[in-house]
């Protein structure tokens, strides 16, 4: 199956999908993007300015285009869900959540597609901690929010692999929330209490590199293969409403996904334009090389993400197939 040729073709029929009387799309589009290599391909689409394009191409050339960063999933989100954004980007578990909230409703929130899939690294610079089971009660884990974020149940789920899904919430009392730059200087500085951090891309391999720093936990190894860390969601009211700027964002995602793919050197050369790092052009185009970080369309990993929570009572209620969190469009891409 060509994948790529088939969305293509599917986001073309986007609007016949769509009932009801012409109306007046949006003039303003507002785009959510978070820090860290996860929104590679959100940042090549800002820059190359390829939903302006693809915009212009349906007919929307007056349509403007805004693109917002959030430190907080809970605030974009929230901005989803009022109406002040229009396409978030965050991870499976934040999107069951929301879904849960929201099915049935006309601000029903679901799935447009996968962003990228990362794994993510538990490293630690404690010579002592060979294994999960070696980390003594002093140890600190940094991570971007305890609990909920996909960090933090990814470690639930190594946790509830070596010691029973009874006991997945052991670790819960060592970890501290974090954002990706300050854990990275925290882990990496040698002082204070945090001495493990469960991070991705670029900062788990620029950590790596660091004298003593070993990895103790893969997240591929965890769930048994490539997942997103980031998915793109919207609500069925804003793709009812505004069935060609949809299709739109999806041929631009497209075409920013193929540019990734085509031309890592280029990615990595945006992708340091826009979010500055303290690693060479050379050694984030090594990055964005590597077989295991995966630029496609098509959600990863979604639904062990999802069963977990639900099991464990971190979502109360939980879709019978991860095509249920994703609007139609996504369904003929190889998901999981």
């Known amino acids: 199956m060509n994948i790529p040729r088939l969305f293509a073709a599917l986001a073309l029929c986007i609007p016949l999908a769509f009932t009801g009387g012409a109306r007046a799309e949006t003039k303003q589009v507002r ?8 929104s590679l391909t959100l940042l090549v689409m800002e820059h190359e300015k390829l939903l302006e394009k693809h915009l212009a191409a349906a007919g929307l050339k007056d349509s403007e285009v805004n693109w917002n960063s959030f430190g907080s999933g809970v605030l974009m989100n929230d ?8 396409f978030a980007a965050g991870g499976a578990i934040p999107l069951a959540v929301l879904w849960a909230k929201t099915v049935g409703t006309q601000h029903e929130v679901r799935g447009v597609c996968g962003l990228n899939a990362i794994p993510m690294y538990l ?31 990814a470690l639930q789920m190594a946790v509830a692999k070596e010691w029973g899904e009874e006991n997945y919430a052991k670790l819960d009392p060592q970890t501290v929330s974090m954002n990706g730059a300050v854990s990275y200087i925290a882990l990496t500085s040698g002082a204070g209490e945090v001495d493990t951090r469960f991070g991705s891309a670029p900062y788990a391999q620029m950590e790596l590199k660091k004298p003593g720093i070993r990895t103790i936990v893969h997240s591929y190894d965890t769930l048994g293969g490539p997942h997103n860390i ?107």
């Open 79 to 86: 901005g989803l869900l009022s109406g002040t954004l229009d």
């Open 230 to 336: 980031n998915l793109i969601y919207t609500t069925k009211k804003f793709r009812d409403e505004n069935p060609k700027t949809y299709a739109a964002f999806i041929s631009a995602f497209k075409e920013a996904t193929d540019l990734v793919n085509t031309d890592k050197r280029k990615a990595a050369e945006i992708y340091l334009k826009l979010s500055p790092e303290k690693v060479t052009l050379d050694e984030m185009t090594e990055i964005i090389s590597d077989p295991q970080v995966v630029s496609t369309l098509a959600p990863m990993g979604v639904t062990k993400f999802v069963d977990f929570a639900y099991r464990t009572g971190t979502i109360k209620k939980k879709p019978d197939t991860w095509k249920d969190l994703f609007f139609p469009e996504a369904h003929a891409l190889p998901g999981s």
């Open 31 to 38: 785009l959510a993007k978070q820090v860290g290599l996860a």
């Open 123 to 153: 490293n630690t610079r404690n010579p002592a901690v060979k294994t999960l089971r070696d980390l003594p009660p002093e140890s600190r884990i940094a991570l971007p929010a305890i609990k909920v974020s996909i960090q933090a149940v």
